[in-house]
């Protein structure tokens, strides 16, 4: 039940609960309103005008006054739960309690709006009466006002739309419905009077078929006579046909038994070269092992012989290194001999002089007490100057034989570090030799196994080439292979103008299901560059016996295909990476061939599951099919693969490529390995030459190493000579300083008198070097000790090493190595010239198998023709069959008339002859119509014929009827209309006066007027102002100025006042129970602010004029949006909103100024 408002009833809007609506998360929002002005309060972002929306929503609002396109905009995105608004509507009469009625609306999945009222489901035409009794339908053309709205009214000042405001204010809507309602009635009269009329139409045309039954008897006579002549013309073809057929089923039979003989030819030749390719295959196996197996026992043999000699040499160098250091210790005995003699006669003159000076001493105490010392000291002091005198000479000499052995030395050092450096040189080489030869054996075993390997691996891969070559072959027949003849055309199989950019098989494998289904059988589908070249093509078909695996052609320059590839291109980008493939990026092809692909492949692109699937269906209407080959695409899904992938068109196209792919693998793994076979009997060459080269720079190294031992022995003994020199120098040395010390020592004590102390400390030091030349001589003792010990130990290290039969060894051993090698040499040469005939086998192999290829080929190619042949043949004699049970049905009809075989007109075609079947079949099919339908006109018909011309008159009258309600609807609807201007001039007058009353306050430099274009509203309705002359001050305005009717002359503020006041005024008269305004004071200054708040809360015009009953919120609902402080001053209910955690959220709602206020003050 709605509340009907009438005098003393007052209807607002309670509260609202808004969930999942636009920016209000699933949180329900519970906001509470109370009759009046009430304000929504909030910062930028917070969500003030979502509650407005979701207001008008719940009021039946349509999507595009919701600032959306479709009501699925409308569902808030940070959350699944449904969006819903729930709107409680209070109605109180006088002297009645108050009544809440609760209106629930919501978003159903398929973006339609489901209501509630009181629980109760309703539909959108109920709840629009139930808002429309309550006056909060928002019919008015202002009723829901926007920023926008403000400022477009006067920057249009429009006529026709300042013209339906003024309507929609006089409720000229409600009438505007009755007659759409009226206009509706009279649509669907007028269909009845179709249907009515197509009736009487109906029995019409069934009255003229029942008069055309009448003519059709004559027909049938006519068919006949024509029928009669047709069955004679055919069957004088269909004998001469029978002729030829026989004629055509005797050569089928000859060409049969030809076809038969070379395939039994072609097996024959097969057979042959399979058995010549296995025998030869097992001889060869066999020589070319044997000659392996000998080249592995030399190779040892040589191995052996090498390791021999080695050892030999390696003792030969070892006792040559021994006599050498023999050598060195021996001349080192002799030093150290010649020292030990020295030392002695050395130790022996110091033994003297102690014994001379001991003597001298006790002759000095004698003399001393006899008082002669002095001259005896005296003596001393003469000889020791002598003596000094002669050491000096001698030093001189020594020191000259020193300079002399340094030179020697280093003469001796310069040759001998040459010497060395050619044999380190040689040495480091012989190392390397050493290690390369140690190496060589097992390098050339190496070698061998690696040279065995590979050549097995050859073999192998030739087995495993030639197989997986039959099965390419194979392959490629079932894919089908154009012969030579139609190659020549040009054509080419559809199968071989493309290959997939992915070698991987794993990887073309993954959309395989889905190609699949896009290409459906193409196999039998070739393609040419021209209609021409189809046609011969086609010719070559029909006149060859081969029977090509061929039945569509595409030519080229006719070949024609949707591109939908940008279209493809732009859904693809819409998609996630990798979720939509266009076929066409997985090939590789030339452009030539590119319509030919696009024909086969463009049509679709490829879903990675069953969502893409249906977006590219419903969003871009793109054909489609998933990765497991669901078909997706407009209409019937037609063609396709049904069978296994793996056999369809593409299975087979991926399975052909992947194993020509091993094959041309094959052929390079194999010219690589006889790379690798031909690098490996040039490193054995190598060696070989190497190991020549090495022994010859062995024997010089030999030489070299003997002249460094010479030249180490001169050094050394250059060495032993400077040392001696160097040791008597030192000794005369020495001797000179002590001599030249016991002088001073002499001279001093004769100068001091001391003759006797100064000789007894020179007998001290005299026997001091005595007991150090006692030591040197036990020190060159102990070294000589040394020496001799060393040259026996290297004596029996020589004997252990060195033997006579050394050297014999080695040349027995080097005859044996060289035996071994040349038969080694012999062997090789024969495993490569092996290698060669080998090469050559697998050479005439390949070109046997190529051979036996062509013949398998040609046998296939036979077994097709005589399949062809066969079905020719039995082609044939079901035409015999045909024809003769046709030449047996036309004998049987018409018998009586045989002497009509004279023709004047015989089939000479089969053109002629098809269209006389045709036309025997047409003539038989209308007479047996005819007689048919002349075996239906009944008694019970008849009756009917007369029922329906008395329908007919029925249905004319019912017509007539009709007619005249037609026409007084369209009096009702003239009636309606001259109410409607009535009530549109009243409020016109009524909106006038109140318009021009509240643009004196609210423009007061201004004079503003609300015309007529025309004589009725309908006509248009426009603006005029007039400039004030003296001022605001006086309120006056010159009389005389002249109104203008151009808005752009005013301000944006004015403009925006000027619309703001014919708004409100059409407000006023329009008494909706609910205004939604939505920030249309954002344009204005303070002052300007305060007045339009005024207006709406109270009048700011004179009372004689606007009185407090005029005042909108007084009679109606307010629900706005502001910054504006004036609004929150005026406002009865202010509703604080902010935005939090993402979702907008109510803060505080004030019911009164004074909390307003209070809040504002914390």
């Known amino acids: ?146 920023q926008s709205k403000v400022t477009e009214l006067a920057d249009n000042n429009s006529a026709s739309v300042i013209a339906s405001v003024i309507s929609s204010a006089s409720g000229a809507g409600r009438w505007d419905e009755e007659v759409s309602r009226a206009v509706e009635e009279i649509s669907n009269t007028r269909k009845s009077l179709a249907a009515i009329n197509q009736n009487v139409s109906l029995l019409e045309k069934a009255i003229a078929l029942d008069e055309e039954r009448v003519r059709a008897m004559d027909r049938k006579k006519q068919i006949e006579h024509d029928l009669e002549g047709v069955q004679t013309r055919l069957k004088d073809y269909a004998l001469r046909k029978l002729a030829s057929l026989q004629e055509d089923t005797d050569d089928t039979n000859e060409q049969l038994s030809r076809t038969e003989k070379d395939k039994s030819r072609w097996l024959e030749e097969k057979n042959a070269i399979e058995k010549l390719t296995a025998a030869t295959q097992g001889n060869e196996d066999e020589d070319t092992n044997s000659v392996a197996k000998e080249r592995v026992e030399l190779l040892q043999k040589v191995t052996q012989a090498e390791e021999e000699l080695q050892i030999e040499k390696r003792r030969l160098e070892q006792g040559a290194t021994a006599e050498l250091q023999l050598q060195f210790v021996q001349l080192q005995v002799q030093r150290f001999d010649q020292a030990h003699e020295q030392a002695l006669r050395a130790l022996d003159e110091k033994q003297e002089i102690v014994s001379r000076m001991e003597q001298d001493l006790k002759r000095l105490s004698r003399l001393g007490s006899q008082g002669g010392s002095k001259g005896h000291i005296q003596d001393i002091i003469n000889g020791l100057e002598n003596e000094i005198r002669a050491a000096e000479i001698i030093k001189k000499d020594q020191a000259k034989r020193v300079e002399e052995a340094a030179l020697a030395i280093t003469a001796a050092e310069f040759k001998a570090e040459t010497l060395r450096e050619k044999v380190r040189s040689s040495k480091e080489r012989n190392r390397i030799f050493d290690n390369e030869r140690s190496n060589e054996m097992n390098v050339r075993a190496e070698l061998d196994a690696e040279l065995e390997r590979l050549s097995n691996e050859r073999d192998k891969l030739e087995k495993l080439k030639e197989g997986t070559e039959r099965k390419a072959c194979v392959a490629s027949a079932l894919l089908g292979r154009l012969s030579g003849d139609e190659a020549k055309t040009p054509a080419w199989s559809l199968h071989s103008l493309f290959r997939f950019k992915s070698e991987e098989r794993l990887q073309c494998e993954q959309y395989l299901e889905a190609l699949s289904a896009i290409t459906g059988s193409l196999q039998n589908v070739c393609v040419v560059r021209t209609t021409p070249d189809a046609g011969r093509l086609l010719e070559l078909w029909q006149s060859t016996v081969r029977d090509s695996p061929f039945r569509r052609i595409w030519p080229l320059d006719r070949l024609t295909s949707p591109d939908v590839a940008y279209k493809q291109r732009k859904a693809q980008e819409s998609f996630k990476s990798g979720e939509v493939t266009l076929p066409l990026d997985l090939l590789n092809f030339s452009p030539e061939f590119s319509k030919a692909l696009k024909k086969a492949f463009g049509g679709y692109v490829i879903a990675a599951n069953d969502r893409v699937a249906r977006d590219l269906i419903s969003k871009h209407g793109l054909w489609n099919v998933t990765l497991d080959g669901n078909v997706s695409r407009s209409g019937s899904v037609q063609g396709g693969w049904r069978g296994a992938s793996g056999t369809s068109f593409i299975g087979n196209k991926i399975k052909c490529d992947s194993l020509w792919r091993e094959v041309e693998t094959s052929k390079t793994r194999s010219g690589e390995l006889d790379q690798k076979i031909e690098h490996l009997r040039q ?109 026996a130990t290297l004596r029996e290290e020589m004997s252990v090493v060195l033997d006579t039969n050394s050297e014999e060894r080695i040349r027995s051993t080097t005859a044996a190595l060289e035996a071994h090698r040349q038969d080694l040499a012999r062997v090789e040469a024969l495993q490569a010239s092996q290698l060669v005939a080998r090469k050559k086998m697998l050479e005439d192999r390949a070109v046997a198998l190529r051979r036996a290829q062509e013949c398998e080929e040609a046998i296939r190619q036979s077994s097709k023709a005589a399949e062809k042949l066969e079905k020719q043949k039995g082609q044939l004699t079901e035409k015999r069959k045909a024809l003769e049970e046709e030449i047996a049905e036309l004998a049987n009809e018409h018998e009586d008339d045989q002497e009509a075989l004279k023709l004047k007109d015989p089939i000479e075609d089969e053109k002629q002859y098809a269209a006389a079947k045709a036309r025997r079949r047409h003539l038989i099919s209308e007479k047996k119509r005819l007689a048919g339908e002349q ?84 006509d248009g309705v426009k603006f005029l102002f007039q400039n004030a002359s003296t001022g605001v001050a006086t309120g006056r305005c010159n009389q005389d100025s002249e109104w203008k009717s151009n808005l752009g002359e005013l301000s944006g503020g004015q403009r925006t006042m000027l619309s703001l006041a014919f708004i409100l005024t059409v407000a006023m008269n329009g008494r909706s129970s609910l205004y939604i305004m939505d920030e249309v004071d954002a344009a204005l200054d303070e002052q300007n602010q305060r007045r339009v708040a005024a207006l709406i809360k109270a009048s700011p015009a004179p009372r004689s004029i606007l009185q407090s009953k005029d005042v909108i919120s007084k009679e109606s609902q307010v629900l706005c949006v502001s910054h504006n402080r004036s609004f929150q001053m005026f406002s009865d209910t202010v509703i604080q909103l902010s935005r939090r955690e993402g979702s907008s959220k109510a803060d505080a709602v004030f019911a009164t100024q004074a909390a307003q206020k209070k809040h504002r003050q914390k």
Request: net charge negative.
């Open 1 to 146: 039940m709605s509340p009907k408002q009438g005098t003393g009833t007052k209807v607002y809007i309670k509260s609202i609960t808004v969930v999942s609506f636009k920016s209000f998360g699933d949180t329900k929002q519970h906001f509470g309103f109370g009759p009046g002005l009430n304000l929504i309060a909030g910062p930028n972002g917070a969500g003030k005008s979502n509650v407005l929306d979701a207001v008008s929503f719940a009021l039946c609002a349509k999507p595009a006054s919701l600032r959306v396109q479709h009501l699925s905009e409308l569902q808030s995105t940070d959350t699944d739960e449904p969006c819903e608004v729930e709107l409680k509507i209070a109605s109180q009469s006088t002297g009645e309690s108050l009544r809440i009625f609760t209106l629930e609306a919501r978003i159903l999945p398929d973006s339609t709006r489901q209501y509630k009222l009181d629980g109760k489901q309703k539909t959108m035409k109920d709840v629009k009466e139930f808002l429309r009794d309550s006056h909060l339908l928002l019919e008015d053309a202002f009723a829901v006002l926007h």
């Open 683 to 791: 490193a054995q060459e190598q060696i070989a030459r190497k190991a020549v080269e090495e022994e010859a720079r062995v024997r010089a190294q030999e030489e070299e190493i003997d002249q460094l031992s010479h030249a180490e022995v001169a050094l050394f003994q250059a060495k032993l000579s400077k040392e001696e020199s160097e040791q008597k120098l030192e000794s005369l040395c020495q001797d000179l300083t002590t001599k030249q010390a016991r002088l001073r020592d002499y001279q001093t004590s004769e100068e001091a008198g001391s003759e006797e102390e100064a000789f007894a400390k020179a007998l001290e030091a005299a026997v001091d070097e005595e007991t150090a030349q006692q030591n040197a001589v036990d020190e060159v003792l102990r070294k000589l000790e040394e020496a001799r010990e060393e040259e």
């Open 935 to 1018: 075996q239906r006109v009944t008694m019970d018909e008849q009756v009917a014929f007369k029922e329906r011309v008395e329908n007919l008159q029925v249905f004319k009258e019912r017509a007539e009827s009709i007619l005249v309600s037609i026409e007084k609807l369209n009096e009702g609807i003239r009636t309606t209309r001259d109410k409607v201007q009535k009530a549109n001039e009243a409020t016109f007058k009524s909106i006038r006066t109140m318009f021009i009353d509240c643009c004196k306050s609210l423009l007061p430099d201004k004079r503003v007027d609300l015309v007529k274009v025309k004589e009725h509203v309908e």
